[in-house]
């Protein structure tokens, strides 16, 4: 799997092959860009290092900012003005952009500071990332948890210098900039030098060693150097009195002259940053090497926890880089919170919870329990601490929540922890925080009213209420979980019984329809509530497209009506945006699951493919990566329901490493579909579940229990190009059943 990443996917504008058939007809509304990045990061680790050119969203690439559709250029050649380090992954407009402690190779003077050099050469692998200037200095760089290791091959020159600059921040957009509150740079002779900025109210120290024997160092203040100082201290930066300010190591460069810098970094100052360098990189001088093969060997052990088997080499290179960016996000730090003194975990960068709970948080937990677990003790902590759980959380003292976006959505992986039981969790001190939450922000109105808009919240509300009864009862407290039940039936006052749709409201970044596809707690009232089966299938058809014609997508600049025209199409947003990448699943409960495999196999094949342009839309966090490593092995795990739904996968066989065990799905029959179709001039026909088994025996229904799955099994899938009755009888379990189906 590793050697199939590919960390370059997604960082350019949407580049695929013309869909054909359901695909076509499929509206984007959100920026044709995945804003990845192909900078060098660790597994779920707390550091990553990029070239910088100040571009949207993660200062990587050449867009400026960007909401909808193809993403306009800022600058007509890739370039990098130094390499940062903290970046985003994904996501959108999101406000805070990080890029901190900008590292530089220069030959030329420090006036020169700030200025970008083209990039030509590029290389990425996980851990890994390099490009030359065209200054002609080689420049390397790898990551470890908290560390990040620069290596810098210089021409001859008598003038070369590394500039590290403290006072980055942020983005070269219209407001993108960060400026730091307080700083502190101390030169310590030797290579020596460390130092904290105070960003976004978090107090960020790096310790740095540089290897340039021969060189001086010096520290520097507005691009003028400080000949013999050893400190600088500003008490209180603005962005009126902002000059840049950093250290400086210069001296004469030999052709081929390698020069490497070490960065230790820590939330909790320049002690623990020095002391996080020793514990990664050692103390005997170089360890570029040493660093770059620890970090692949974590990631080889992440991503081996999946491995397929089949398919063309292009849809295991996009597997496998789904699968990568993945496990980017969130950013772990032990032990680093500034905010409390305690140990234990500490996460940030849970940027688009919105997106990313009903997709990444669920495979976290199957691949990488110990840090699904450790998510969630931090997101209790900052509960307790900061007093609610966050929708959104960066690396930013009083982290902005976005409460506007949804409600109560942490409520959905506490609750499915606690039913596999496998996390070393207080429990009973996560129900009370649960509890409070579900009061907090749109959850007063709720509980008044029972509806509340944006009506989406009355959705997660409604949810949460649903996960936080099952922990309830699980812990004993019945009539605690009788009252939360009774408020969690309050879902149904979203809805329009005579249209079967969502009421009219305010939307997030979609439509009535996108959002009316939701898989509530209850999916046969919710089918019922529609008028039945065939009401609801024939609304659903619409949707996704069914009987009509291509459509075509928004191209640069956008102007508001041809917007509001794609709107009014009210049609599945394909995977351009996240809130209805759930829906092709409800076709699970209406007893249609062929129509589930035509969706999602039309996605699989004409919405992803490999290069730049590989991405349908923004990656958020790895939501979208996540959905498409879901849907590749042909399960879908229903978040907050202890539930996967069956479809039929991408592979020939894929097995995963479950808590466990392994679990495996293994097909006869497939017939692979390659990604865009590799230039085909029609779409191969969708392939259908003929029957399955598990574990050997016969398996009737199309979904099956998370605890199943996470103890490892045998799952058989015999796939033909006709549908079949298969699954259509026993449909998934709902709340209003009156014995929920068994699992046969």
Same mark, same amino acid.
């Given at each position: ?549 291509? %459509?075509? !997508?928004?191209?640069?600049?956008? #102007?508001? &009506?041809?917007?509001?025209? =794609?709107?009014?199409? /009210?049609?599945?947003? @394909? ?23 035509? %969706?999602? !196999?039309?996605?699989?094949?004409? #919405?992803? &493919?490999?290069?730049?342009? =590989?991405?349908?839309? /923004?990656?958020?966090? @790895? ?122």
């Amino acid at each position: 799997m590793l050697d199939n990443v590919d960390p370059f996917i997604g960082t350019a504008a949407t580049d695929l092959a013309p869909p054909l058939g359901l695909a076509a007809t499929w509206w984007w509304p959100k920026p044709q860009v995945g804003n990845t990045h192909p900078g060098a990061t660790s597994p779920l680790g707390m550091v990553s290092a990029c070239a910088y050119s100040g571009a949207y969203p993660t200062g990587y690439g050449l867009y400026s900012k960007n909401t909808e559709g193809v993403p306009e250029e800022m600058f007509d050649r890739l370039q990098a003005s130094g390499f940062t380090h903290f970046q985003q992954s994904g996501t959108g407009a999101i406000r805070k952009y990080y890029n901190y402690v900008r590292v530089t190779p220069m030959v030329q003077p420090l006036d020169e500071l700030g200025q970008s050099w083209a990039l030509t050469d590029e290389e990425a692998s996980p851990g890994y990332y390099a490009a030359t200037l065209d200054t002609g200095i080689r420049c390397e760089i790898t990551v470890g948890a908290k560390v990040a290791v620069h290596r810098y091959t210089f021409p001859e020159s008598s003038s070369g210098r590394v500039v590290i600059d403290m006072s980055m921040g942020g983005l070269a957009v219209e407001l993108g900039r960060t400026v730091p509150l307080r700083a502190q740079v101390e030169s310590m002779g030797m290579g020596r030098a460390q130092g904290t900025v105070v960003m976004e109210g978090v107090p960020l120290s790096v310790y740095a060693e540089v290897d340039s024997p021969g060189w001086r160092q010096m520290l520097w203040y507005d691009r003028r150097l400080i000949d013999g100082g050893t400190r600088l201290d500003f008490d209180s930066i603005r962005h009126t009195n902002l000059r840049p300010f950093g250290m400086l190591f210069r001296g004469n460069a030999r052709a081929g002259q390698t020069v490497e810098v070490r960065l230790g970094f820590s939330l909790r100052g320049c002690d623990q940053a020095r002391d996080n360098l020793r514990r990664e990189c050692g103390e005997d001088g170089p360890s570029f090497g040493r660093v770059r093969s620890a970090t692949r060997s974590r990631w080889r052990e992440h991503l081996d926890k999946v491995r397929v088997d089949g398919g063309t080499p292009s849809r295991r290179t996009v597997f496998s880089t789904a699968l990568y960016h993945s496990l980017i996000k969130p950013c772990f730090a032990d032990d680093e919170s500034p905010f409390w003194p305690n140990s234990g975990p500490y996460a940030f960068d849970v940027c688009t919870m919105w997106d990313i709970y009903k997709t990444q948080l669920p495979l976290l937990a199957a691949i990488a329990p110990e840090r699904s677990a450790d998510l969630l003790e931090s997101l209790i902590r900052v509960c307790e601490e900061e007093g609610n759980f966050p929708i959104g959380y960066r690396m930013a003292r009083g982290a902005d929540r976005f409460f506007r976006q949804a409600s109560a959505l942490a409520h959905t992986a506490i609750a499915d922890a606690q039913a596999l039981g496998r996390a070393e969790i207080d429990w009973a001190w996560a129900l009370v925080h649960m509890v409070d939450d579900l009061r907090r922000m749109y959850g007063e109105d709720f509980f008044e009213h029972g509806v509340v808009h944006p009506i989406t919240h009355t959705l997660d509300l409604a949810y949460a209420y649903q996960c936080t009864a099952r922990v309830a009862r699980a812990l004993g407290d019945r009539r605690l979980a009788r009252d939360l039940e009774e408020k969690a039936k309050g879902w149904v006052n979203a809805f329009d019984p005579a249209t079967g749709l969502l009421r009219d409201s305010e939307f997030y970044e979609g439509g009535k329809w996108n959002y009316s596809f939701r898989l509530v707690h209850d999916m046969a009232a919710r089918i019922a509530l529609a008028g039945g089966d065939g009401t609801f299938l024939a609304k659903l058809d619409r949707f996704f497209g069914y009987g009509a014609g291509p %459509v075509t !997508q928004p191209g640069r600049r956008p #102007q508001p &009506g041809e917007m509001a025209a =794609g709107y009014a199409l /009210n049609r599945f947003e @394909g995977l351009n945006n996240e809130p209805d990448m759930e829906a092709p699943w409800a076709y699970h409960w209406a007893g249609r699951p062929d129509r589930t495999a035509e %969706v999602v !196999q039309s996605a699989l094949t004409w #919405q992803f &493919g490999t290069g730049p342009g =590989g991405l349908p839309g /923004n990656d958020d966090s @790895g939501g979208l990566s996540s959905w498409y490593v879901w849907a590749s092995l042909g399960l879908f795990p229903v978040a907050g329901q202890q539930l996967f739904l069956v479809n039929a996968p991408a592979f020939e066989r894929a097995a995963i490493q479950m808590p466990g065990g392994e679990f495996v799905v293994e097909t006869s029959g497939l017939r692979d579909n390659p990604i865009g179709s590799d230039g085909l001039d029609r779409e191969l026909p969708a392939q259908y579940v003929q029957s399955a088994t598990l574990n050997g025996k016969p398996l009737h229904a199309t979904h099956l229990s998370a605890a199943t799955v996470h103890r490892g099994g045998r799952l058989h899938l015999r796939l033909g190009p006709e549908p079949t009755s298969w699954g259509s009888g026993n449909r998934p379990p709902s709340l209003s059943d009156p014995s929920p189906p068994e699992e046969r």
